[in-house]
């Protein structure tokens, strides 16, 4: 066979692929699946869901429940809260359901076929990676609530609520003219959309680069409403600055009650809250650091992320060495962005950082795990490394994390004479991987950025990331004129300026905390 034939044998083959992929895809496109949630029975603290479908090209069909949801990097096992599961044909005729695999349920039926699945989740776990539902509201991550065809990611998802209650708040589309009608382009948009219900409270909005911001919530408490609406105004417009780009037309953070954690998303954040005790000033300092954290996650994970972290496989643990970035400067950040909006001093923005530093070299797991190792391990040890088989052998990316982040930013800010900073590398990789080549970066990709913007190596600062070599405060904090100690009796350690620093020390400093 010649040369010439093998080429073109060749380029049909690709052509080929290419057609029967886009095909697919449109195919995808044009089947939609249509859910009914329904709370109208709280007494039970569970909820109903109905999938109404059709225009399927195949005759075998798994329908499947996610085993996690992205911003939380455990096995939920959400499959093991679908009580009663039935399928039926556009006559009511029940359609035999294969239980394939512990969240997988096999439909066979003829192609085209129009068709009903109708399953009963419980709902009585208070988490924001859950969902509960009791007598005054409910609160549903979408990953616990909806099946998916794999081969069918791509299509789009409309959505109604039944619910005993006055309000709804959600990321998703509302769909104009319905009440509690909402839709999505794909699985992956629905599933960053957790949904809440109940008689909810909506703070005042206000808007930043012409977009605008919501908080709505559920027993948010008695607190200076206006106060905290704008602080987060102020802190938003320096997130944005920071980036230079607002990728979403409106944002919302929803308030699901008093407990812990929050969950990062594309135009949303849902997120544990109560402000009953912002009137005092170490409680305030924590919400507002919690929430600016949440929020900067939308840069910051969601797309500025990690090769690994997008496209989902929902069905696994979805591995990365990069999760010490995802999370470990979302924390520095959620630091600088609330002192740079001027709601915090110096002095308050070093105590956080010292309190990191404590609880890392409190911790003789910073002896045994890097940081990519606590990435990658996270799914195991879980997210602040304590639920390992042994916890003294791990540690918190979220604690070593901000450190190292610290450290990169102030080797690039020396190397640079205060030129460049850790601010250019995101918004390097915001533009360039996220805008420009719409995907994630790898390892290297991320280091390259930073010694780009240093104009030089930092293979001394990138050991910190993948070893477990002490880190060298002494030398980085002093490019920003800054020192740590440490109290022999207490283990406690405090970063605080030095008696006496140079002209370019200040210049770090000051700008690094955004005062010029």
């Known amino acids: 066979m010649s040369n010439y034939l093998k080429i073109g044998l060749r380029l049909l083959i690709i052509g080929l692929f290419a057609v029967s992929v886009n095909t697919f895809a449109q195919t995808s496109k044009k089947i939609r699946f249509d859910y009914t949630i329904d709370f109208g029975m709280p007494q039970n603290q569970s909820f109903t869901v109905v999938l109404r479908s059709e225009g399927f090209p195949q005759d075998t ?23 009663t599961i039935e399928a039926k044909d556009a006559k009511g005729k029940i359609l035999k359901l294969h239980k394939k695999a512990e969240n997988i349920w096999q439909l066979i039926l003829p192609k085209n076929t129009p068709f009903s699945i109708k399953y009963s989740v419980t709902a009585k776990r208070n988490f924001v990676a859950a969902a509960i539902v009791d007598s005054a509201h409910a609160y549903v991550v979408t990953t616990a609530a909806f099946l998916y065809v794999p081969e069918f990611l791509h299509s789009p998802v409309k959505i109604k609520v039944k619910t005993p209650w006055k309000d709804v708040a959600t990321g998703l589309t509302p769909v104009i003219g319905k009440k509690h009608e909402f839709m999505a382009s794909d699985f992956d948009i629905l599933y960053d959309c957790p949904i809440l219900s109940g008689n909810l409270e909506e703070l005042p909005s206000f808007e930043v680069g012409g977009k605008k911001h919501r908080f709505v919530g559920y027993k948010m408490g008695q607190f200076d409403k206006v106060r905290l609406m704008s602080q987060l105004q102020k802190i938003i417009e320096q997130a944005t600055s920071l980036v230079g780009d607002i990728p979403y037309q409106e944002y919302t953070f929803i308030g699901i009650g008093p407990g812990n954690g929050g969950i990062e998303h594309l135009n949303n954040t849902t997120v544990s809250f109560t402000g009953e005790n912002l009137s005092q000033r170490e409680v305030e300092i924590k919400i507002l650091n919690f929430l600016t954290h949440e929020y900067f996650h ?12 997008g496209p989902f496989d929902y069905s696994q643990m979805n591995h990365t060495n990069q999760l010490w970035i995802s999370e470990g400067l979302t924390v520095y950040y959620e630091y600088l962005l609330v002192k740079r909006a001027g709601l915090i001093s110096e002095s308050e923005v070093l105590t956080n950082l010292s ?18 190792q606590a990435s990658y391990d996270t799914w195991k040890d879980g997210p602040f490394g304590t639920s390992g088989k042994d916890a003294s052998k791990s540690i918190s990316y979220y604690e070593k994390g901000p450190l190292v982040g610290w450290i990169v930013d102030l080797a690039i800010r020396n190397a640079s004479n205060n030129q460049k900073s850790l601010d ?7 533009h360039y991987y996220y ?37 060298d405060y002494s030398t980085y904090l002093g490019y920003a004129g800054l020192e740590v100690s440490v109290d022999e009796t207490t283990h406690k350690w405090t970063v605080s300026r030095k008696v006496s620093i140079t002209p370019k020390q200040e210049a770090i400093l000051k700008s690094w905390l955004g005062s010029i």
């Not at 798994?62 to 809260?81: E, L, N």
């Not at 994630?440 to 991320?446: I, K, L, P, V």
């Open 61 to 83: 069909l798994d329908f499947t429940m996610p085993q996690w949801m992205p911003g939380y990097y455990q096995i939920m096992s959400y499959a093991k809260q679908v009580n």
């Open 298 to 309: 939308h840069y910051n994970v969601k797309r500025i992320r990690p090769f690994e972290l």
């Open 355 to 372: 309190r990191n530093i404590t609880n890392i070299q409190n911790n003789p797991g910073r002896l045994h795990q890097s940081l990519t």
């Open 424 to 430: 250019d590398v995101m918004r390097y990789l915001y």
């Open 435 to 471: 805008k420009k080549l719409k995907r994630g970066f790898t390892d290297a990709e991320f280091r390259q950025a930073c010694e780009t913007i240093a104009g030089q190596s930092l293979s001394a600062e990138f050991e910190y990331i993948y070893n477990t070599k002490e880190l």
